[in-house]
């Protein structure tokens, strides 16, 4: 089996050195850089199956990095991890918008950030499903174009908040505990929970009027609501 190739982009000598040794370890294929734009060059060269992006990087900063990868036809889809010492919930939800599938504060555990590494990239390789559409109202999700739209409109969801989308709207109300959408739309369940309120703001946001459908249901999770 040829081995996952992992792209590390982080300007801090010693937190690179510890990343590269330990996914090596792992039978990864490891590059690191140190700065944004040079990352983003090679990734866009090379594409990796994998991104472990900094935020606070020389130059081009990391979310611009982020943001153009998703922008770039061929780098698109590529799992990215953010690593970064920004812990607040604002940060998290600038990351999210940016496209990241994964959002790690540092200092973090090793060990726990291999396993989020390994289930992004299960995921990643896991066959699609047949695909398909999903509608509500104007609102459409497309499995076959990857694509959500509101009428004409094109939205800008990142891949955790399309399966997330997915999810929810694949069975209209039935309540999904954090933990049920933290298994299919993040990454396993040693990410907090409390990661899924994050996308779940960011996604109503995106959806604008469309937000609506997506209800709170209290000590439970959430639900996509036909009456809304």
Do not use: W
């Not at 994998?50 to 990087?57: F, S, T």
């Not at 496209?99 to 992004?120: E, N």
């Not at 390789?125 to 509608?135: A, C």
């Not at 000590?219 to 809304?228: A, I, L």
Request: aromatic share 4%; proline share 5%.
């Amino acid at each position: 089996m040829i081995p996952s190739r992992i792209l590390i982009i982080e300007d801090e000598p010693a937190i690179a050195e510890v990343l590269v040794y330990n996914l090596e370890r792992e039978g990864f294929k490891v590059q690191s850089v140190e700065n944004g734009a040079e990352g983003l060059k090679m990734a866009k060269q090379q594409r990796p199956d994998l991104v472990l992006l900094d935020l606070m990087l020389p130059g081009k900063s990391g979310l611009e990095v982020c943001r153009e990868l998703r922008a770039n036809s061929g780098t698109a889809t590529v799992p990215i991890i953010v690593l970064t010492a920004k812990a607040e919930e604002a940060d998290q939800v600038v990351g999210f918008a940016m496209g990241a599938d994964d959002y790690v504060t540092k200092p973090f555990s090793v060990k726990i950030l291999l396993q989020r590494v390994h289930a992004l990239l299960r995921r990643a390789n896991s066959p699609e499903p047949d695909s398909d559409v999903l509608e509500h109202g104007t609102l459409k999700l497309d499995k076959r174009s990857y694509r959500v739209t509101d009428g004409q409109a094109e939205l800008p969801l990142t891949p955790t908040e399309f399966r997330l989308l997915e999810t929810l709207m694949r069975q209209p109300e039935r309540a999904f505990s954090r933990s049920d959408l933290l298994d299919y739309a993040v990454v396993d369940g040693l990410v907090g929970e409390r990661t899924i309120d994050v996308h779940v703001k960011s996604l109503r946001t995106k959806l604008g009027d469309a937000g609506r459908c997506i209800v709170t249901v209290r000590g439970v999770g959430y639900r996509f609501s036909d009456s809304e």
